[in-house]
């Protein structure tokens, strides 16, 4: 069984860096794929960015490429995503996700991850 904790996030003004944290426990890293996703208020969880960590891959929403950055610290077990130039349309709760490695990949939906963490808010005030 995987089990995701998260951390981070918090309130920030329009143009600042925020970065969230995925700690991760049940399973190896280069087992898995990871994602994260975001839903605002009255919208539906959208796709942020994924990660395939045996294929040294990443894939990230347009709406946040260039901006958002995945990566893991290996000794602990932890994923990141390092938030640069945040916009107001970024203020959502985020969560980090899990999946078993598959053949099936990249992994876009949501229905695709079994392993959920609990979610983290994150403000952009303009």
């Known amino acids: 069984q995987v089990q995701l904790v998260q951390s981070g996030g918090g309130l920030v003004q329009a143009g600042d860096s925020l970065r969230l944290s995925c700690a991760v426990s049940?399973?190896?890293?280069?087992?898995?794929?990871m994602g994260w996703f975001r839903q605002a208020p009255g919208k539906e969880r959208e796709f942020v960015a994924e990660?395939?960590?045996?294929?040294?891959?990443?894939n990230y929403a347009d709406s946040v490429k260039g901006r958002f950055t995945i990566y893991r610290d290996s000794a602990n077990n932890t994923m990141f995503l390092q938030m640069n130039s945040l916009k107001p349309e970024d203020a959502a709760v985020y969560y980090c996700?899990?999946?078993?490695?598959?053949?099936?990949?990249?992994?876009?939906?949501?229905?695709?991850?079994?392993?959920w963490g609990q979610g983290t808010q994150v403000t952009v005030s303009s």
């Open positions: 049940g399973r190896a890293f280069i087992t898995l794929t």
């Open positions: 996700a899990a999946a078993r490695l598959s053949t099936v990949w990249p992994l876009y939906r949501e229905n695709e991850y079994p392993y």
């Open positions: 990660v395939s960590w045996i294929r040294d891959s990443t």
